[in-house]
């Protein structure tokens, strides 16, 4: 009985793994930006290679210079993985470089899955985004599962 308990556990965690995470809005008070639409591609995450998150919504103030991008993914309450970017080098070979004007409603901002990100695991995730005034461009959060691809 625990063999087909266990063999059921590892396909609902496979079936999961293969599906898109759903991320939540996490930011506290009033972002700089109201997010609609948060995806990242593709997935499973593939360490060692490019995630794009594609974030659709409506700013209240252009992004300059100074904003930053911090990515946190926890596993049991721990942190297993960090990754911090200046938000305007992450979209500076992109349509939409800093600053983003405000008319701007869809930007795609890509970064490497760094080496050691946990593979096979399912890590909460936070990424968020600051101005550079110091306020919270916007925070978004899922479980997500990273891969060792080809």
């Known amino acids: 009985m625990k063999f087909i308990t ?3 556990a590892l396909f609902v965690a496979t079936v999961a793994n293969a599906q898109a995470p759903t991320f939540t809005d996490c930011a506290t008070g009033t972002p ?3 997010v609609t639409s948060f995806s990242v591609s593709p997935y499973p995450l593939c360490v060692g290679q490019d995630v794009c998150a594609t974030v659709v919504g409506t700013l209240g103030t252009p992004i300059d210079g100074a904003a930053a991008l911090s990515i946190v993914g926890k596993y049991l309450g721990r942190v297993v ?3 911090n970017h200046g938000l305007c080098d992450v979209l500076a070979g992109t349509d939409h470089p800093c600053p ?3 008319s ?3 930007v795609v901002a890509c970064v490497l899955v760094k080496p050691n990100a946990p593979v096979g695991i399912p ?3 936070t990424i968020q985004a600051t101005n550079g005034s110091g306020n919270t461009l916007f925070c978004q959060s899922a ?3 990273a891969a060792s691809c080809p």
Do not use: K
Request: glycine share 0%; charged share 15%.
């Open 6 to 8: 266990a063999v059921a």
């Open 32 to 34: 700089d930006m109201t």
């Open 81 to 83: 993985y960090t990754d």
């Open 100 to 102: 983003v004007d405000t």
């Open 104 to 106: 701007v409603t869809s």
């Open 123 to 125: 890590v909460s995730l």
């Open 143 to 145: 479980t997500v599962t």
